[in-house]
C-alpha cells in the first residue's frame, strides 16, 4: 500500500438510514453485466436467439421466485418490489421490445437488451420526480439479472457472506439488498441511489447505516479497507485516523443510546411539556407500509399517497383492486384515522404512454385533480373503492393541488355520484367521512377562508408549496439551495392557513416533508398546527423532540421570529434557541456552535 492510499478520505453522499457504523469493506462485484458485445445474427438463427433470450428471462425470473420464497420474515413488506420486478421481467416495454429489436435489427440478445434499457433508462432519467428516477434503477436491476443468466455470469449473492462487513457496491437491487442478513452487514454504500430508492427504503426498514449516490466510492474502496460510514450525516470515511476511529466511537454509542432511547417511547404519546397532545402520523406509499406507521406508534395515516398502484401495471387498476388496498390499510389502523389521498397523477408523475399529455410546463399543467376533473370515470372509481373501504375504518378522503373553491365543489359532487350509484345498486359503503383539500398552491392559502367553508380539513403539502411559493423546481439540483422551508414567505402562508381553518373552525394538519424534521418543530408547534404527518421512520423521533418542547415557549419563539425581520436568520435562530434539544437528536455539535 503506497502512503498516499492510506491517507483519510472523507466522501459525501445521502445518508438515506441512519447510524453509525465502523468496519472492513466489502466489495461486491457484478462481473459481467457491465461490457457487452455487440454482434449480429443470421436470419435463420433468430428464433434460437429469441429462445436463448426467453430461457435468460425465466431462469432470472426463477431466482427471483426463490429470493422471495427465501425472504427473512421482518423483510416481507418488501417482496412487493421484488414481485413487480417479476412483473416487469415480462413487461412490454423491456422483454416485447427486447424480442422485437431482436427481430428487426438482427441484435444479439445483449446488445439488443442494452439498447432497450439505455432509451427507458433516458425517459426515466428525465423525469424530474426522484420517485419516477428510481423506477429507471428498477428497470436496470432486471435487466442486470436477465443479462447476468445471458452472459453466465454468477449471480451475486450476499447471503452467502461469511464475515462481518460494510457493504460497498455501485448500486444493490432490492433483491440484493433482501438478502442481507443483519448479523453480517453491517451497513452499505453505493456509488448509485437515492433517498427514494428501494435499496434506501430497506435500509431503514433494517435500520442498518446507509449512505448512497457517492458516485465513485467502488473505485476509491478496496476489499478489506478499513471505513466509517455515517448514514445520519451522509458520510463515508475510507482508511479513518486514530483520531476519526475515536470520535466515532463515542458518537456510535452516544447514537444507539439514543435510539435505544426513544424506541422505547415511540408508542407514548407526543406530549409536550405544558400538556398538548399532538397527533404524529406516517405518510405511505404502499398498503405493506402501514405496518411500519403502527409499529413506529403513528398516531393513523396522514398521507395515503395512492398514485403507486396505478404504476407498473397495464392499464388503470379496476375498483376492486383498490378497494382490496385501501380496506387493508384502513383495517390495519383501525380506530385509527387513514386519510387517503385521492390520484396526484402527472405533472411530474405521468404514467408513461397512460396520462401525460407531453405539456411544456407538466407541474403546471393538467395534474392532480386537475386531471381527475377531466377524467371523472377514473376518479369515480377511485371514490368508489375508498367510500367502499370507509366501511372498515376511520377515512378521510383528500383532494391534492386545489387552486380554487370551483375544483373542490366539482371534486365533492362527483363524490356524490359515487356515492349514489353504489346506493342505487345496493353495495355497501359509508359517506360519513371528513373530506379535505391539501393546502400546495399558493392561490389556496389566498382563499383559505373560502375554502375552509367547503371541507373538514386542511393539510399543508409543504413540498409543493415550497415549490410552487418559491419558484423553486423540488427536483431541480442546481436551485436545491434555494429549497427552504424556513423561507418567511412560507412560514407566513402556514401561519395564515392555521390561522384561517382556527378561526373557520377545521382542523389544519401538515404532511410535507418539512413536519418530519425535528429541526422546525418548534416552529410548526409555535404556529399551532394540529397534526404531523412523515415517513414513518421518522415518528419516533418527531415524539421524542415533541415531548421536550412546550407550545408557550414554541409560540413566543415564533413571535420573537415575526419581529425581528432578519431574513434568513431563522435557522441559526431555531439551532441557538434549542441546542439542548438538538444535541440529543444528533445534529452537528460543530453546527450549532456557529
Ligand atoms: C406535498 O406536496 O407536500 C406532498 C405531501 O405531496 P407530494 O410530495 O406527494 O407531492
Ligand atoms: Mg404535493
Request: glycine content about 8%.
Amino acid at each position: 500500500m503506497t502512503e498516499n492510499e492510506s491517507q483519510e478520505i472523507v466522501l459525501k453522499g445521502l445518508g438515506v438510514a441512519p447510524g453509525i457504523c465502523i468496519g472492513k469493506a466489502y466489495l461486491v462485484d457484478k462481473e459481467g453485466v457491465n461490457v457487452v458485445k455487440k454482434y449480429y445474427i443470421a436470419e435463420a438463427d433468430l428464433h434460437k436467439e429469441e429462445i436463448r433470450f426467453k430461457l435468460a428471462v425465466s431462469r432470472a425470473k426463477q431466482e427471483l421466485a426463490a429470493i422471495i420464497q427465501e425472504t427473512p420474515k421482518e423483510l416481507r413488506q418488501h417482496t412487493a418490489i421484488l414481485e413487480t420486478h417479476m412483473v416487469l421481467l415480462q413487461d412490454k416495454l423491456l422483454y416485447g421490445q427486447t424480442l422485437d429489436t431482436i427481430q428487426r435489427f438482427r441484435y444479439n440478445a445483449e446488445w439488443a437488451l442494452k439498447n432497450v434499457v439505455d432509451e427507458l433508462k433516458a425517459i426515466f432519467q428525465n423525469m424530474s420526480e426522484p420517485y419516477f428516477r428510481e423506477r429507471g434503477a428498477d428497470i436496470v436491476h432486471v435487466s442486470d439479472r436477465i443479462m447476468r443468466n445471458l452472459v453466465g455470469g454468477d449471480a451475486v449473492n450476499i447471503r452467502d457472506i461469511d464475515k462481518r462487513v460494510i457493504l460497498v457496491a455501485k448500486d444493490l437491487s432490492p433483491a440484493e439488498t433482501s438478502q442481507i442478513q443483519l448479523e453480517r452487514i453491517k451497513g452499505l454504500v453505493t456509488d448509485g441511489g437515492g433517498i427514494a430508492s428501494h435499496t434506501g427504503i430497506i435500509a431503514r426498514t433494517l435500520e442498518i447505516p446507509a449512505v448512497l449516490g457517492l458516485n465513485n466510492a467502488t473505485q476509491i474502496i478496496r476489499n478489506d479497507d478499513f471505513i466509517v460510514v455515517d448514514g445520519s450525516a451522509g458520510l463515508l470515511i475510507v482508511h479513518p485516523t486514530e483520531q476519526t476511529l475515536i470520535e466515532y466511537e463515542e458518537r456510535a454509542v452516544r447514537y444507539e443510546r439514543h435510539r435505544a432511547l426513544i424506541a422505547r417511547e415511540s408508542r407514548m404519546p407526543a406530549k409536550t411539556l405544558d400538556g398538548i397532545s399532538i397527533q404524529v402520523m406516517g405518510n405511505i406509499e404502499l398498503p405493506e407500509e402501514v405496518v411500519a406507521v403502527r409499529d413506529y406508534g403513528g398516531n393513523g395515516i396522514g398521507l395515503y399517497r395512492t398514485e403507486f398502484q396505478y404504476m407498473g401495471r397495464r392499464g388503470f387498476p379496476t375498483e376492486n383492486d383498490l378497494f382490496d388496498k385501501y380496506r387493508d390499510v384502513v383495517e390495519v389502523m383501525t380506530p385509527r384515522p387513514v386519510t387517503i389521498r385521492t390520484l396526484d397523477i402527472n405533472g411530474d408523475k405521468a404514467l408513461p404512454g397512460q396520462t401525460g399529455n407531453g405539456e411544456a410546463n407538466p407541474v403546471l399543467g393538467l395534474r392532480a385533480i386537475r386531471y381527475c376533473l377531466k377524467k371523472p370515470g377514473i376518479f369515480k372509481t377511485q371514490l368508489r373503492a375508498i367510500l367502499r373501504a370507509a366501511l372498515y375504518g376511520n377515512v378521510r378522503i383528500m383532494f391534492p393541488m386545489i387552486s380554487c373553491c370551483e375544483e373542490v365543489r366539482q371534486a365533492k359532487t362527483l363524490l356524490k355520484e359515487a356515492a349514489e350509484s353504489l346506493a342505487a345498486e345496493g353495495t355497501e359503503f359509508e359517506y360519513n367521512v371528513d373530506v379535505g383539500i391539501m393546502v400546495e398552491v399558493p392561490s389556496a392559502v389566498a382563499i383559505a377562508d373560502m375554502l375552509a367553508d367547503e371541507v373538514d380539513f386542511f393539510s399543508i403539502g409543504t413540498n409543493d408549496l415550497i415549490q410552487y411559493a418559491l419558484a423553486i423546481d423540488r427536483g431541480n439540483r442546481y436551485v436545491s439551495h434555494m429549497y427552504r422551508p424556513l423561507h418567511p414567505a412560507i412560514i407566513r402562508m402556514i401561519k395564515t392557513v392555521v390561522d384561517v381553518g382556527h378561526q373557520k373552525g377545521i382542523k389544519v394538519y401538515m404532511c410535507g416533508e418539512m413536519a418530519g424534521d425535528p429541526i422546525h418543530l418548534p416552529v410548526l408547534l409555535g404556529l399551532g398546527l394540529d397534526e404531523l404527518s412523515m415517513n414513518p421512520q421518522s415518528i419516533p423521533l418527531v415524539k421524542n423532540a415533541i415531548r421536550k418542547l412546550s407550545i408557550k415557549e414554541s409560540r413566543a419563539f415564533m413571535y420573537r421570529i415575526f419581529k425581528d425581520k432578519k431574513e434568513g436568520q431563522i435557522e441559526s435562530f431555531l439551532k441557538k434557541a434549542y441546542a439542548g434539544v438538538l444535541f440529543d437528536l444528533d445534529i452537528d455539535e460543530d453546527e450549532i456552535a456557529v
